[in-house]
Structures are given as C-alpha cells and as structure tokens.
C-alpha cells in the first residue's frame, strides 16, 4: 500500500509541476516553425537556468549604435510573430536599434489566460538571460518593449529584483487580474523608469477600460509616464504597423 502511495504521489507531484511550467514541447514547435521561415535576423538560444530559450537577433542599420531593445510577444506565441511583434523587431533597427526578441513563456493553446499566473515566475530568468546577453555584446542603453500579455509579464519582472534597464514600451497592456502576478495597476506605481503606454482606440475592452486607471496609478509614483492612443489601431496594429512604428520610435528618440 505504501508503495502504491508513493507512485500516485509522485505522478500528482509530477502533474502539479507541468501545470506551472511553460510548455516547452509547444515552444520547440513554434522554434522549429520560425527558424524554417526566418528572413530578417539570426536564430539564438539563451538560457534561463531552467532551459533554452529561442531568441531572434536583428542587428542595428547603424553597427556603432549601442541601444537595443528586448522585444516580447503576448500569450502563447512566438518571437516572430507577424503582428506587433515582427513589425518592431525588424522595423527599430532602421532608427538604430540592435534588437532582442524572445520567446516567451507559453501554455497549451486551450489554456485560458488567468492560468498564465501560474508561469510567471519562468518570466524573471528570461528577461535576466536576454538583458545579459546584450550588456555582455557592449550594449548600454537598453529597453523592454512588450505586447500585450508580453507587457503584463514585463511590468512584473520590473515591479520586482531586476536587471536595471533604460525604459519600457508597453503596446495593448491591460489592467490585469487583481491580486497575483498580473496585477498591472498594482505594479505601475513602482516602475521607476520611464514607460511608454501605447494603445490603439479599437483595442481590447479590457486595455481600453483601464487606460485611466493604469495612468492613474503610473502617476502615484511619480514617474515618467506616457499614454498614448492611436485612432483606429486595434490590439494587433493591423494596418496600422507605420503608426506603430512612429509612435515608438518617437518616444525612444526623444529619450534615448
């Protein structure tokens, strides 16, 4: 009986630890995907301390150039992702940005998306491992720019330990799920850098909902805080990528 007991501990023990773990057999799909189809950049891995990572590296128009940004997609895709996501990653290195873009972590697709709170302790060592690489490369200005759920996990990992970085452009952010790790409004306060809120007036209910309240909450602290609403952008900047575009970089050029 004991020894039944011990095998039907392990497995609960087993299935308890791949429910809060990223879906590495889907993240090795999608890394087989994009590198078969990659056209601008170089396929990378980095390691988090928990696995290898996919990582897609765009180097700067202008090679003296030392800024780079970390470009991350939103739930349960790919560092390539054709909306957002490829349009940044490609289209900053015209204005003379090295950029970063890696995968994330990932759940099944049926997963609904609270059940993404149970991962983002896997968020701190990627965001740690894509930060080191670029500082180790001589990179001294560098930004986080995330999408969607991508911009929830960002606003996490700052909100706690961190590896310093410049600044960080939230596109689509919500206000989160109150009281746990995606808890947006919760955290804006202390993000001590400057943040760009960047949202289209056909987004998502929920980011259109709370962009008052997540300036809110930005302005406790203080901090050097924008929003900004482009007319007729919805959540995935479809036909909009020119727009999107601008509005980025301007906000980097003005700071950085």
């Known amino acids: 009986m004991r020894g039944v007991c011990s095998i039907v501990s392990a497995f609960c023990l087993l299935a308890l630890s791949s429910v809060h773990a990223t879906d590495l057999e ?10 078969d189809s990659l056209l601008d950049g170089e396929a990378i891995y980095l390691d988090d301390g928990r696995s290898e990572f996919l990582a897609i590296e765009t180097a700067s128009a202008d090679a ?53 709170a ?26 986080l720019v995330a999408h969607s759920q991508g911009s929830t996990m ?14 960080f452009v939230a596109v689509g952010m919500s206000g989160g799920i109150p009281g746990g790790p995606m808890d947006t409004l919760s955290q804006l306060p202390g993000l001590k850098l400057p943040v760009l809120d960047l949202y289209g007036s056909e ?38 990528e020119t727009e999107l575009l601008d509005a980025v970089n301007a906000w980097l050029n003005q700071r950085f």
Not at 154 to 165: C, E, I, K, N
């Open 26 to 35: 889907k993240e090795k799909r999608w890394a087989e995907q994009v590198v």
């Open 64 to 116: 003296a150039s030392r800024k780079a940004v970390v470009v991350m997609h939103g739930t349960g895709v790919h560092p390539n992702w054709p909306t957002v996501v490829q349009p940044l990653r490609v289209g900053l290195t015209e204005s003379g940005w090295h950029t970063l873009a890696i995968q994330m972590p990932v759940l099944a697709n049926e997963a609904e998306h609270a059940q993404y």
């Open 118 to 143: 149970a991962i983002y302790d896997w968020v701190p060592g990627r965001l740690d491992a894509a930060i080191a690489y670029l500082r180790g490369k001589g990179f001294d200005k560098v930004v």
């Open 154 to 167: 960002t606003a996490f990992y700052l909100s706690g330990a961190h590896q310093p970085v410049e600044g």
């Open 203 to 240: 987004d998502l209910p929920e980011v259109v909902a709370s962009a008052a309240d997540r300036a809110s909450q930005a302005a406790k602290a203080g901090a050097d805080y924008t929003q900004q609403r482009v007319a007729g952008a919805d959540h995935f900047f479809d036909g909009e």
